[in-house]
């Protein structure tokens, strides 16, 4: 994607029962770098954020493939009541991919582990944008989506928004840690160019030099000239003629130098 794009709004329309989780996150690389972080076919990055949310047990997360993926993991839950730790299943859709305005990438959890787990599905709609000096602007929002009634509704969307605001701050952190010490770019193709750029640099560099030695009119450079001149007078030597005596007088000098 492109390096250097001006700010694009977000894309986020309003739902019924939204709750914005975040919407100040704010990485300084562009669009495209955060998108294949979270969502590119290296998946690892995903992998370390799911675990520096304390995530355990996480499955293989795989390629995106139709817009769509799914991966699984277990993550503890630290509530005064309610159970320690709950499996999440998630599906993760990319919705709307538009490098030069946004991307929204939704994702439907379902935790069967939790009371009243089979009611309902935890939606998160992650919206990447450009913010200003080519950075990126996130934008999270969740909602519960209930297919049944329950007693514990309060609690459950409670626990999701806390939770979810928690998991995102790890995200932020490790995706800042990520584009600080990572070189994103693909490795040979860096490689590549720093080495081309880099020999004909030199070669540039080389052929000033030996142009510098020719043209700089340094001490050598205009002994050169004399020299020159005084063979050319030699070639038709006459001591009685102007030149003869003026090569002459030049010699005395040069001896005398
Ligand atoms: C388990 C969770 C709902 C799902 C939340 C997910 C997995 C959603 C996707 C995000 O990318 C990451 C994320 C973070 C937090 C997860 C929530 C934590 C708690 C919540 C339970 C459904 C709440 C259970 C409440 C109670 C009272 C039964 O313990």
Not at 12 to 36: E, S
Not at 87 to 101: G, V, Y
Not at 218 to 227: A, C, D, Y
Request: net charge positive.
């Amino acid at each position: 994607g492109p390096t250097e794009h001006p700010p694009t709004e977000s894309g986020y329309k309003k739902d019924n029962g939204d709750t914005i989780i975040d919407q100040d996150i704010n990485i300084p690389a562009p669009l495209g770098t955060v998108f294949q972080i979270l969502f590119g076919d290296d998946t690892s990055y995903m992998k370390r954020i799911a675990e520096k949310q304390k995530n355990f047990d996480i499955s293989n997360i795989p390629k995106f493939t139709n817009n769509s993926r799914e991966y699984q993991y277990i993550k503890p839950l630290f509530g005064a009541v309610g159970p320690k730790q709950t499996k999440c299943l998630i599906e993760e859709k990319i919705e709307h991919n538009d490098i030069n305005s946004y991307i929204m990438v939704r994702q439907i959890t379902k935790t069967p582990d939790v009371p009243s787990g089979s009611s309902f599905s935890v939606h998160t709609r992650l919206y990447l944008s450009w913010g200003t000096n080519n950075s990126t602007d996130i934008l999270v929002v969740t909602n519960v989506n209930w297919t049944s009634k329950s007693w514990i509704k309060g609690a459950i969307e409670r626990g999701s928004i806390e939770g979810q605001k928690s998991s995102i701050k790890v995200m932020v952190d490790e995706l800042n840690e990520i584009i600080s010490t990572t070189d994103l770019t693909k490795k040979k193709a860096v490689v590549r160019r720093k080495s081309k750029s880099r020999s004909k640099k030199s070669r540039i560099n080389k052929k000033k030099d030996s142009e510098a030695v020719e043209a700089t009119p340094g001490s050598s450079g205009i002994l050169n000239r004399l020299v020159e001149t005084l063979s050319g007078i030699i070639g038709n030597f006459d001591i009685t003629s102007p030149q003869g005596i003026g090569l002459a007088v030049v010699s005395i000098i040069l001896a005398i130098i």
